[in-house]
């Protein structure tokens, strides 16, 4: 045969280069596409401000009011930031690394207060404690209602974190706090800075538990001029402000992952790290986790239960367990449109990077500030002109996916940027196309990340309530609506058994997130039997 | 988990919400005969719904309810414009319907609509009607305020200082404002405002949490309509510690409101609708609200609420309801103060 093993070898990789352009190419596409999507709140908000004058805006820009909402929100995400990294740290820590019995379990109350949404929480606080109120009050309620963000993050993290340079650290003669500073945090410091900008865009974007407790923020500022004074456009110009600073908190949060060392240096698999066995941390983690679902779920649930016991009505079990049925499923609906919307751009991101990724994850990010009543009203201005596609579980679950595209870009980009480039590249030299690369070597390694991203989504999705109070079909109610319904015209007492249901069917797939060690280890398993 | 159960629990989970979508669609259809109707419900779901339900049986229509706050069905029909797909917008205030009145996206109701609702409960344009009345009151801890005031202008004065609790972002308090605004004027009005915060006034997000805050203690009096004493308590499941008094006769504070309703001008269901605001406000309906909803009845000489004069005796002041559509100077009067 005339041609040579290095003529075969180069156009094998002509090809393959090739390849490598028509795959880049129509991923750039698709991440476009998504970008846009992720646009159309921003857009409709640049049309309505747009509709003021200049000398309008700068009036609205400048009065005294504007600024000092401002300064209110950042010391709100400022607390709320130092509150939940300083503790979720820890705690993560301490799950990841003590000795505990029955850890699995210990995760789960510190993952449920996702579910509880944060109106419901607040309003519990305030029937225990009647003067609870004001700006401390509202760090607490958000960095307990946050926590969860960054706990997870944070373990994620410290799960690729190689056992055995710990183990060499102490032999070297570190201590614990040095060894976690100079190997440990180093190493999930770009992990953590992602909880904490979820933990900081819920706290900008959240109008429930500020509202209650009278600390103005700019989502209440916007909210109030929706409510009130139907003055659209004034209310986008604030939006915009808002916008602008959840700009300020993603920039911050990209300057600390820059300065994260080399994801190409993430090893295949981690060797498991030694638990440390001391009894006094034992108790302290169990301790704190105890005082945290005390506070968080425990409390809350029994005023809920005290108050429907006060004032008992009858339950009524078929509306209840159809309002379920349909909550799980347009959230879940939700969730799997986040999770393929948010595939492209996450491939994108593990990637060498480009202009497109980065500007892309920028929007989507910036977006996830803004309050659910601007991007409802952004999707009724163009959802009601798709005639009968609007006011369907299909546009509802649609705003869902946009509305928390951000947490499942976050964890898929991080999940596959666990996959080391060489190891594609080795699986692709011994013969594998890219369907198989993916299939076998990347999906494996990435998708208990992604599996908790599409499972954040799905929890947040379950308890939204502006955005679905105007894209549900008429007549259709989910768990949030109905509580909100009770709750409007003060029926707590009539609210107990939804809220109580939304936490249940939050607890199970919070069960399914504690559980990644299992699938690390499964994964592990695999590897070693390949090998063989 | 293997493959073939996840893709069947896929598979599963997607036929389970094709049958939602298509379950939910049908609404969408047009109809020969008029066979439902679209509702936008800014009135809360356990008050209204056996209004409604009764109206279905009686004239065989269905009605496809959407409840939300009213404002912000408000904002959301002005973003649908002539796409919406309601028919007809019931509104807990007179300010959401000016809103959407204003955008020209009601239609004007015939002579025949609402009849016996006196015109002052009447858009001028008759583009949307009044169905219930509710008064502006002072609600106060009798335990607590001994000195009762005469007119919302005493409220400045230091004996309510750190005592008052308002709600500026309800649509009812800010209608009061704009009242108080056309009467004497914003320079008064924002002297007013300014006055109360310098007697340290309270801040609630709703009416509600206003009388809750009277029974707890926290404030000793508070402005809110008439009937959230009754609803605080039913919701309480105990009688509040707190009463109900209006001001001297013809004082702002005591400004009557209504709910509405308006029909849709992109609506192709006129008839039906007409039917349904016919029926809210005919003679038994209306009597239906006073005892069930506490609120008032706008028929001449109706009976009024448990525990309250009738409507005819409050004291009210003479103020055109159409005055209040023009909220945006209340509104820019609340922002320029940091009410808002």
């Known amino acids: 045969m005339p041609t040579t093993i290095a003529e075969s070898a180069r156009t094998t990789l002509t090809k393959g280069a090739r390849n490598q352009r028509v795959i880049r190419g129509v991923l750039n596409g698709a991440v476009t596409i998504v970008a846009a999507l992720a646009l159309i709140p921003i857009v409709y908000l640049l049309v309505r401000s747009s509709e003021k004058s200049v000398n309008e805006i700068a009036q609205l820009l400048v009065r005294p009011k504007t600024l000092e909402v401002l300064l209110t929100t950042s010391a709100l995400v400022f607390g709320v930031v130092f509150i939940t990294v300083s503790l979720g740290v820890a705690l993560a820590c301490g799950l990841h690394f003590v ?38 009050a509202g760090v607490f309620i958000l960095s307990v209602t946050t926590l969860p ?103 911050a949060d990209e300057k600390v992952k820059q300065k994260s060392p080399d994801e190409g240096m993430v090893k295949l698999y981690s060797t498991k790290n030694s638990l440390i066995n001391k009894a006094w941390l034992r108790v302290a983690v169990i301790a704190v986790l105890a005082v945290f679902s005390l506070v968080a779920v425990v409390i809350p ?39 393929v919307l948010s595939a492209p751009l996450g491939i994108v991101l593990s990637g060498a990077k480009t202009p497109t990724g980065r500007y892309a994850q920028r929007i989507i990010t910036i977006g996830h500030g ?79 990340g992604i599996g908790l991203g599409t499972i954040l989504v799905f929890l ?61 280890r499964t994964f592990i398993q695999e590897n070693a039997r390949s090998q063989k | 988990m293997s493959n073939k159960f996840r893709l069947a629990a896929l598979a599963g989970a997607s036929a389970l919400f094709l049958s939602l979508l298509t379950g939910c669609s049908s609404s969408n259809e047009q109809a020969q005969e008029v066979t439902e109707l679209t509702v936008y419900s800014g009135r809360s779901e356990e008050f209204i719904a056996p209004f409604f339900a009764q109206w279905e049986s009686e004239s065989g229509i269905k009605l496809n309810v959407r409840y939300g706050d009213s404002a912000e069905l408000a904002a959301q029909i002005l973003e649908e414009g002539s796409n919406s797909p309601a028919d007809l917008f019931l509104s807990q205030d007179a300010g959401s319907l000016g809103a959407v009145a204003e955008a020209g996206l009601f239609t004007e109701l015939g002579a025949d609509v609402a009849s016996e609702i006196p015109a002052k409960f009447v858009a001028a344009n008759r583009n949307w009607v009044g169905v219930t009345g509710r008064a502006r009151v002072f609600a106060y801890s009798p335990e607590r305020l001994k000195v009762l005031p005469k007119s919302v202008t005493d409220l400045t004065s230091s004996v309510y200082k750190n005592q008052l609790g308002i709600a500026p972002t309800n649509a009812s308090f800010q209608a009061f404002l704009t009242a108080l605004i056309n009467a004497n004027g914003k320079e008064f009005a924002k002297s007013w405002l300014e006055g109360l915060q310098a007697n340290g006034v309270k801040i609630y997000p709703k009416n509600s949490a206003i009388v809750e805050a009277i029974d707890r203690g926290e404030i000793s009096i508070g402005l809110v309509n008439h009937y959230y004493v009754w609803e605080v308590s039913e919701a309480l499941g105990r009688e509040v510690k707190v009463n109900v008094e209006f001001f ?73 309801l159409n005055s209040l559509k023009d909220i945006k100077a209340t509104q820019d009067l609340l922002i320029e103060v940091g009410l808002l």
């Open chain 1, 99 to 136: 000795r505990l019995p029955m850890r699995r379990i210990l995760i789960i109350p510190a993952v449920l207060p996702l579910a509880i949404p944060s109106y419901v929480f607040t309003y519990t606080w305030i029937a225990l404690i009647p003067e609870f109120s004001g700006f401390l």
């Open chain 1, 149 to 251: 963000y960054v706990i997870l993050a944070t373990l994620a993290g410290l799960r690729t974190v190689d056992g055995a340079q710990i183990e060499v650290a102490r032999s070297l003669g570190l201590s614990i706090p040095q060894t976690f500073r100079r190997v440990v945090f180093p190493q999930v410091k770009g992990h953590i800075s992602a909880g904490a900008l979820l933990a900081a865009l819920y706290t900008i974007s959240d109008f429930g538990a500020v509202s209650l407790l009278n600390v103005e923020t700019l989502t209440v500022t916007i909210q109030n001029m929706y409510r009130a004074s139907y003055d659209r456009s004034a209310a986008a110009v604030i939006s915009l402000v808002l916008i602008a600073f959840s700009t300020l908190v993603v920039l």
């Open chain 1, 301 to 339: 649930f029994f005023v809920l239960i005290s108050r429907f016991m006060s004032n008992r009505v009858a339950i009524q079990w078929g509306e209840l367990a159809s309002t379920s049925i349909s909550t799980i499923l347009v959230a879940a609906f939700g969730a799997l449109i986040a999770l």
């Open chain 1, 370 to 448: 803004l309050p659910g009543v601007v991007i409802g009203l952004a999707l009724v201005s163009i959802g009601s002109k798709l005639g009968a596609l609007y006011q369907t579980t299909f546009l509802l679950a649609f705003a869902y996916a946009l509305l928390f595209l951000a947490k499942a870009v976050a964890s898929m980009s991080s999940s596959l940027s666990r996959v080391p480039t060489n190891v594609k590249d080795v699986a692709a030299t011994l013969g594998m196309n890219q369907w198989q690369v993916i299939k076998k070597v990347v999906t494996p390694i990435a998708a208990p």
């Open chain 1, 460 to 520: 947040t999705a379950m308890k939204e309530l502006p955005a679905t109070l105007m894209l549900r079909p008429t007549g259709f109610d989910t768990l949030a609506t109905q509580i909100w319904s009770a709750a409007a015209i003060n029926r707590f007492n009539e609210a107990a058994p939804y809220a109580l249901i939304l936490v249940l069917v939050a607890a199970m797939p919070t069960f399914l997130i504690s559980r990644p060690d299992k699938s690390d």
């Open chain 2, 248 to 320: 001297e006769p013809g004082d702002l504070g005591n400004l009557i409101n209504v709910s509405g309703a308006g029909v849709m001008a992109s609506s192709k269901k006129y008839a039906a609708t007409q039917d349904l605001i016919n029926y809210l406000t005919s003679v038994a309906v209306q009597q239906k609200f006073v005892t069930e909803t506490h609120e008032y009845s706008l028929l001449e000489g109706a009976k009024a609420p448990a525990d309250m004069p009738a409507l005819a005796q409050i004291g009210a002041p003479t103020v055109d």
